[in-house]
C-alpha cells in the first residue's frame, strides 16, 4: 500500500508526464504592452494577431495606464499591467516602460510595430528553460528543478482569447477602431516555486476567461515555465 504523501507525488508525476506529451515544446511567452491611448500601438497589436495562433506560443495583451491622461481611458487598462511592465524593464536594460513593448520568455524585448518584428524576436529568444508545468483537474502541477535565487513567482493571469475590437472615441486614436489580441483582465501572484514538486489548487476562471500559470524568476526575470488551457 502506498503512503498518502507516496500517492500524491506518483499523480503528480503522471499528470506532468502527461502535459509533456501533449504540449510538445515549452511554451514561449509573448507580452505585449500596448494601450488605446498610444498611436503608435495598432501596428504592434495586429503583429501579436499574426502569431497568437502559432503551435507553441502564448501572446497576451497587457493593457497600460499611463497613456490614459491623453484623453482616453484604456478599457483594459489596469494598474498592475503597469507595474509588470516597470519590473521587467531593468532586467531587459530599459531605464523606463513604453508603448509598444514586446517582451518575449521575459528575458527579450522590441518595439513589436515593423512588419514581422515578433516572430524574428520568436525565433531569436529561445525556449524557456525550467521545470515541467501542467493545469489539470482543478490543479496546478510544478515538477521538481533547479531554480536561481531560491525561488520563483507564480502567476496566474485571467485572458480572453482571441480578437476584440474597441472603437476609440478620444485622444490620439480618435475614430479608430483598434484591435486586440488574448487581453489580459486579471494578474495575481499565486506563490513561489523553490524548485521541489508541488500541485497547487487552480480557480476557477471567470466565464468567458482562459488561465495562464507563469513560473517567473522574482522582479522581471526570465519566464522559467508557462501553461494555458
Known amino acids: 500500500m502506498q503512503s498518502s504523501a507516496g500517492a500524491v507525488l506518483v499523480g503528480l508525476a503522471a499528470a506532468l508526464a502527461s502535459a509533456t506529451g501533449a504540449a510538445g515544446q515549452p511554451l514561449t511567452v509573448v507580452e505585449l504592452f500596448t494601450s488605446q491611448g498610444c498611436s ?4 504592434a497589436n495586429t503583429n501579436l494577431i499574426k502569431v497568437k495562433d502559432q503551435p507553441d506560443v502564448l501572446a ?11 484623453g482616453w481611458k484604456d478599457t483594459f487598462g489596469r494598474e498592475e499591467f503597469t507595474q509588470r511592465q516597470v519590473r521587467h524593464e531593468p532586467p531587459l536594460g530599459r531605464s523606463g516602460p513604453f508603448t509598444p ?14 512588419p514581422g518584428e515578433i516572430e524574428q524576436l520568436i525565433s531569436s529568444s ?33 485572458y480572453r482569447q482571441g480578437v476584440i475590437e474597441v472603437p476609440v472615441a478620444r485622444g490620439e486614436n480618435t475614430g479608430r477602431t483598434l484591435p ?3 487581453v489580459v483582465h486579471s494578474l495575481s501572484r499565486l506563490g513561489a516555486w523553490t524548485g521541489e514538486a508541488i500541485a497547487l489548487p487552480l480557480p476557477a476562471p471567470p466565464s468567458g476567461l482562459s488561465t ?3 513560473v517567473q524568476v522574482p522582479d522581471g526575470g526570465p519566464i522559467l515555465a508557462a501553461a494555458t488551457n
Not at 503608435?40 to 501596428?43: A, D, V
Not at 495583451?61 to 491623453?70: E, I, Q
Not at 513593448?101 to 515593423?114: H, K, L, S
Open 40 to 43: 503608435s500601438c495598432p501596428p
Open 60 to 70: 497576451l495583451s497587457f493593457n497600460v495606464t499611463y497613456w490614459d491622461y491623453l
Open 101 to 114: 513593448q514586446v517582451v518575449v520568455n521575459g528575458n527579450a524585448d522590441a518595439v513589436g510595430a515593423r
Open 126 to 158: 529561445g525556449r524557456v528553460k525550467g521545470p515541467s508545468l501542467s493545469l489539470d483537474g482543478g490543479k496546478i502541477a510544478i515538477s521538481a528543478g533547479p531554480v536561481s535565487g531560491g525561488k520563483a513567482d507564480i502567476w496566474l493571469v485571467r
Open 180 to 182: 486586440h489580441a488574448n
Open 212 to 214: 495562464a500559470v507563469l
